[in-house]
């Protein structure tokens, strides 16, 4: 099973300030990462896929970046609706697909 | 617009069972795999079953192996978890999600708002 570690577990940031969040993999998933963001009883929103590619409908100041084993998800400019909770997932190990434990975007 | 909804979530004492439902709308509902994923209160998402367009691929989680039992009925646009010998930690929101392609490629598409299961005596 891969393991996915992202880090840090807390990020407190104000509006406006730069996120970045890591996703490291215990083993190579190529490119085959994606970023979900899930807010307070919502379900998962897909935000990136192939590690870059921005999903449907999801604003250009959500970028990945990445390959192999170190990820990461950048938000460029924090808006008061980005703070929440993002997880990653691989699925380069098919069908065995797996997230990492998730960093808490709080606002500062 | 495309949407899954969940259904059959509830309360279950431990070894009992209980099905739980996903309908899809507003895509082509035959035309793409399909997937269980859970997440325990207050936890992460835990990958739990996945079946291909046509129903001639499954596959399962360990953890859940040999209890679970995903399937479809692509004339009603429903999917289906079928759990038996349930534990009290299969107590979770499940979600049913839509994959990118039709046999599966693990891009996690489309989400639907999830049902509660909870397992306790």
């Known amino acids: 099973e891969i393991v996915l570690t992202q880090s840090p577990a807390t990020l407190s940031l104000s509006p406006g300030e730069r996120a970045t969040l890591s996703c490291r993999a215990s083993?190579?998933?190529?490119?085959?990462l994606a970023w979900f963001q899930q807010k307070p009883a919502q379900a998962p929103r897909l935000l990136i896929y192939?590690?870059?590619s921005r999903a449907t409908g999801i604003p250009a100041r959500f970028s990945g970046s990445g390959s192999g084993t170190d990820f990461t998800l950048t938000i460029s400019s924090l808006e008061p609706e980005d703070f929440a909770v993002y997880y990653c997932?691989?699925?380069?190990?098919?069908?065995?697909?797996?997230f990492g434990g998730g960093t808490k975007v709080e606002i500062k | 617009q495309e949407q899954l909804v969940e259904s059959g979530g509830g309360v279950v004492q431990p070894g009992r069972s209980l099905r739980l439902s996903c309908a899809g709308s507003g895509f082509i509902f035959s035309n793409y795999a399909l997937h269980w994923v859970r997440q325990a209160p207050g936890k992460g998402l835990e990958w739990v079953a996945l079946m291909s367009y046509d129903g001639t691929n499954e596959n399962y989680t360990d953890s859940v192996k040999g209890r679970f039992t995903i399937s479809r009925d692509n004339s009603r646009n429903t999917l289906y978890l079928q759990m038996n010998s349930l534990r009290p930690e299969d107590t979770a929101v499940y979600y049913c999600?839509?994959?990118?392609?039709?046999?599966?490629?693990?891009?996690?598409?489309?989400w639907g708002q999830g049902t509660l299961v909870t397992v306790s005596s």
């Open positions: 997932q691989q699925y380069n190990d098919w069908p065995r697909l797996t």
């Open positions: 083993h190579s998933v190529s490119s085959y």
């Open positions: 192939d590690a870059s």
């Open positions: 999600a839509r994959d990118f392609d039709a046999s599966g490629s693990g891009r996690l598409w489309s």
